[in-house]
């Protein structure tokens, strides 16, 4: 290095000092962000927040009594609906599931140990028993 300006003396001085520079960004950005499924109601950083995001919108669109008998739960990026067979209809639950496959951070959602992928179509409503009958 040129010690009266901090100047690179070679091209390999550069290559050091752009590589430094880049690793650091990324470790910087990597850790600066939140993955969207860990992401709170309020926008902090929530180890359950896709399940309370879920939860939240699901409580909006129902009236307690439909809702009292369902859980939601996450694991990882999935979230998982779960209810006492018999206490919550088929359609609400088909319902429910659409609202958490649209949430921002899901990539899967699970109804009573029945595994469901997005995009939500007329698969979703034959996974669930009885429901095609």
Same mark, same amino acid.
């Given at each position: 290095?040129?010690?009266?300006?901090?100047?690179?003396?070679?091209?390999?001085?550069?290559?050091?000092?752009? $590589?430094? +520079?880049? +690793?650091?960004?990324?470790?910087?950005?990597?850790?600066? +962000?939140?993955?969207?499924?860990?992401?709170?109601?309020?926008?902090?950083?929530?180890?359950?927040?896709?399940?309370?995001?879920?939860?939240?919108?699901?409580?909006?669109?129902?009236?307690?009594?439909?809702?009292?008998?369902?859980?939601?739960?996450?694991?990882?990026?999935?979230?998982?609906?779960?209810?006492?067979?018999?206490?919550?209809?088929?359609?609400?639950?088909?319902?429910?599931?659409?609202?958490? #496959?649209? #949430?921002?951070?899901?990539?899967?959602?699970?109804?009573?140990? $029945? $595994?469901?992928?997005?995009?939500?179509?007329?698969?979703?409503?034959?996974?669930?028993?009885?429901?095609?009958?």
């Amino acid at each position: 290095m040129n010690s009266q300006y901090n100047l690179p003396e070679s091209l390999q001085d550069i290559h050091v000092l752009l $590589t430094a +520079s880049s +690793s650091q960004a990324r470790a910087a950005s990597l850790f600066s +962000s939140i993955p969207p499924e860990r992401i709170g109601l309020e926008g902090e950083y929530d180890y359950d927040g896709l399940a309370k995001r879920v939860a939240s919108a699901i409580e909006q669109q129902f009236s307690e009594r439909e809702t009292q008998h369902v859980r939601v739960l996450q694991r990882g990026a999935v979230v998982v609906l779960e209810s006492k067979e018999g206490k919550v209809a088929y359609a609400d639950l088909l319902q429910m599931a659409g609202i958490a #496959m649209a #949430m921002d951070g899901a990539v899967g959602v699970e109804v009573n140990a $029945t $595994t469901v992928f997005p995009p939500y179509s007329s698969q979703l409503v034959c996974a669930l028993p009885l429901a095609c009958a």
